[in-house]
């Protein structure tokens, strides 16, 4: 079975965002890129599950201008058998990209496609689920942990939800997107990353995929967040419960927490609200 990973390239994790003084998005100029944390995570499954015998080929794919070619070879290193660059320029939407991995998938017949469950450049979370839709595929989202079933040609994923944890069984070929909690992407060793450089990366268009880029979406600005205020040490319970009922805006305190307050130490130096929770530090410890 083969295996197509789609990696993203993003402004590195570790950098922070600047936005562009015209606002029209982020400032990428002379910015650190590295692969999307997420796509690393999907990449590594799919190195594991080749190296337990449950595929026999990875093949690495990504879209966008010609620097994708230093992501793709990160993840030729890292231990992808093949690469392969769809060069475009200019700006792509979810449903682009989805339609340029659609034409991959039709050529390639994977019989499972591993991506990231979102970029961190733009946080769409889109491109799994219009991939899976556009194949008609089945799909898990945000999986912390896929077992390969290659007898009964399923794949088990267990995912994180806000009341806990679901599993799936998709039967195959099946799309997969990743979360953080699914494992460890390994490091690239040297060895590996040299060789990955004379590495042949096939290169196609949009057009050889007969794939029409057009969007009807449009950036309309891009701001930073507001800046949060600096918190306040207080110097009594009084004062805490006082901005708490005034500038909090909160209705009422509860019983419990009106107690909890009332009940804490003279020793108490600062104290944090949150929900039904009061923390307290007090002096000489941490």
């Known amino acids: 079975m083969k295996i197509m990973v789609a990696v993203k390239r993003v402004i590195d994790y570790a950098v922070k965002i600047r936005v562009k003084p015209d606002k029209s998005g982020v400032e990428i100029s002379n910015v650190k890129m590295s692969m999307n944390p997420f796509c690393e995570i ?25 620097q994708c070619v230093d992501t793709l070879r990160t993840g030729l290193a890292m231990g992808a058998d093949r690469a ?13 990209i989805a339609k340029i991995l659609k034409a991959l998938v039709d ?9 990231g469950k979102q970029a961190i450049d733009d946080d769409c979370n889109q491109t799994g689920q219009m991939i899976a839709g556009l194949l008609k595929w089945p799909q898990g989202t945000f999986a912390s942990k896929v077992v390969l079933d290659k007898a009964n040609n399923v794949v088990t994923v267990d995912r994180e939800v806000d009341g806990g944890l679901e599993t799936l069984c998709l039967d195959l070929p099946a799309v997969i997107t990743t979360d953080l909690r699914l494992n460890q992407p390994r490091y690239a060793t040297l ?5 990955a450089k004379s590495k042949v990366i096939k290169k196609v268009s949009p057009q050889d995929l007969n794939v029409e880029i057009r969007s009807d979406l449009e950036v309309v600005q891009v701001t ?5 205020k600096a918190g306040v040490i207080l110097s009594s319970v009084d004062q805490l419960i006082d901005k708490l009922k005034n500038e909090a805006r909160l209705p009422t305190l509860t019983p419990l927490v009106e107690s909890a307050a009332t009940s804490l130490p003279s020793t108490t130096r600062a104290v944090n609200y949150a929900g039904e929770k009061l923390t307290a530090s007090r002096s000489g410890i941490d």
């Open 42 to 66: 999907a990449l590594e499954e799919a190195l594991r599950i080749k190296e337990s015998g449950g595929a026999s080929e990875v093949v690495a794919v990504s879209v966008g201008p010609a």
């Open 224 to 228: 930073e967040p507001p800046k949060r």
């Open 191 to 195: 060895p590996n990353i040299m060789k």
């Open 84 to 96: 392969i660059h769809v060069e475009f320029p200019g700006t792509l939407y979810p449903l682009s």
């Open 107 to 115: 050529a390639e017949k994977p019989g499972l496609v591993l991506l």
